[in-house]
Every structure is written in structure tokens, then in C-alpha cells.
């Protein structure tokens, strides 16, 4: 079977199926749960840290290069690069579509401070609520971008870890995707709950939040084509992905989950996701 098949097919299981895990699960959970969301965003967030800073970084470094000089000022300039892309491409969306949601005014956090607001769900039920069908539309796509700013560079993760694999049961390809799911399945709750609450039906809600994980693919295969044009490829996609990763979890994920529960709690769940990360890319 070739590569690229094969990342397609663990990439729609880890994207998915694993984001239509969580939904599932978020679809029967209560709709006042905002502990245990917070738990699960926390958990999700400690993973990818993991990640992040265990796996990304250390490859984009390449420490066996004569070169480390120039990959490390290489990775800083990546990480830079997808931190500032995620957040000036959410900060347009933001801009755009909270002023037209009602409680959000100037003295409303500038992080999301709910679930509707993390993936702009709470402004396709406004437009949903005034019955224009063609607002309602837009609304659905900006919310599908929403999504997809987190999916890409997940899926840009598992498509380069099979760069310059062997064969299709490559580790370090099957590794990530095994992390990113797991990743998902709490992604995949913050999607569905707040489309459920905000009125829609479960069975569609799960179909949505499935759906949602789509862009992993297509993150997958362009994280593989780019990484294997070379070294500085590889680091520079390594580095992107790992900056993007580190803006949506700091910048959305646990301020996310702090503003839902304001405890200790969610920094100790954070620390179980870092351990879970920790243990499936090392054993």
C-alpha cells in the first residue's frame, strides 16, 4: 500500500473517528458539564503540549546535523511563524463575528470564556435564530474555519512524522496519530456540546463534530509533501506546526478551560495529558 494512502487512512481514523469519539461522548454528557469539558480541554491541551516540546521541537532541531546553528535559528523562525499564523487568522475571525453575538462587548474576556465562543458556534446560532438562510451559511463556514485552524497543523504532525518513512506501520507516523486522537476525542466534546446546546440535534451534532476533524487529512498531506523536500523543509514544517500547536493551546485551549472552572484542577489535568503524551511517544 502506498505512503500516502496509508497516512490517509490512520489520519481519518486519528481526525476522524477520534473527533467523532468525542463528540459522541459530548453528545450524551449533561449540558451544564462545563467541570468536566474543562477537565477534558485541560487533558487535551497537556498532550499537546507533549507534543510539542518531546517530539516537534527535538526533531526540528535535527541535533545529528553538523548544522544545529542554523536548524535552531531555523525552528525559532518556524515556531514564530505558525504561532503568529494561528493567531492573526483567529483574531480575523474573531473580529468578525464577535461583534455581531450580543453578550460579547468590551468588558467580555478577549479568550473565549465558553465553548460556542471557542468554536464561533454561538454566532451560527445567531444567525441560525434570525432566519437568513445565507448568514446562517457564512456563519457555518466561519465556524468550519474555526475548527479547521486547529486540525491543519495536527494533521501536518502525522503527515511529516512519515516523511523518509519504510514502510506504512512506520512508528513514529503510527506514534503521533495514536496522540493526536487521543488529543481529538476531548476536541471532539468542545465541538458537539455547545451545537447540541445551542439546539441541534445530537445525531447531527455527532455528524458535524466528525466532520470537523476532515482538515487533519488535509494538514497530513501537506505536512508529507513539504517535509520531504528536505531538511529545511522538514524543520520548517516541524517548527510551524509545533508554534500553531502552541498558540491553540495556550491561547485557547487552557484559558478555555480555566475561565469554564476556575480551580487547580484543570493544571493538574494538564499535567495527566504531558504524562499520557510522554508515555505513548516514548514506550
Known sequence: MPVVVWIIIVTFISGV???GLGGIIGGFARRDS???????LSFAGGVMLSIVCF???ADALNPSSENSLYFLFL???GLFVGYITVFLLNRLIDKNTNREVVHIDENHPETADDLGELIHSDHYSHHRETGNWREMFVAGIIMACAIALHNLPEGMVIGVSYTGATGVMDRAGLVMAIVIGLHNIPEGMAVAVPLISGGM???RAILVTALSGAPTIIGALLGYAVGGLGPSSLC???SFAAGAMIYVVFGELVPEAFL???SKKPAFAILIGM???LIVIYV
Not at 34 to 40: G, H, M, P, R
Open 55 to 57: 517530539d516537534l521541537i
Open 275 to 277: 504524562v499520557v503524551g
Open 201 to 203: 440535534s445530537r445525531t
Open 75 to 77: 525552528t525559532i523562525f
Open 260 to 262: 469554564m472552572w476556575r
Open 17 to 19: 473517528l477520534g473527533t
Open 34 to 40: 462545563s467541570k468536566t469539558v474543562s477537565l477534558f
Open 236 to 238: 520548517l514544517s516541524l
